[in-house]
């Protein structure tokens, strides 16, 4: 990368941006925000009343807390897990 990339805000890893599309800065933002974040790990079942692996997605609450929300892979009931703060 050289002087003059670094300077306009370009980082390694993210193309810059075409030229009608305000700031490269503000075109890699949104393209991280289209991604959705992924989480895999245990939360517990309330319905099985065990923890329970799982694959989700990461959202936002109300609260500004990050969650993972997910499917149990047993019973099909919806399993929550809080992350913390966004």
């Known amino acids: 990368m050289s002087a003059i990339e670094r300077e306009r805000g370009y980082r390694d890893g993210c193309t810059p941006a075409p030229y009608w599309e305000k700031t490269h800065r503000q075109a890699c933002v949104e393209r991280r925000k289209k ?10 079942c ?16 109300e609260s500004g807390r990050r969650m993972a929300q997910g499917i149990c892979p047993v019973c ?10 966004a």
Do not use: P, Q
Not at 35 to 44: F, L, N, S
Not at 76 to 85: C, D, E, M, S, Y
């Open 35 to 44: 991604m959705a974040e992924t989480y895999k790990g245990d939360a517990y």
């Open 46 to 61: 309330v319905k099985c009343k065990e923890k329970r692996e799982f694959e989700g997605t990461v959202k936002v609450s």
């Open 76 to 85: 099909g009931t919806k399993v929550n897990r809080i992350l913390g703060k």
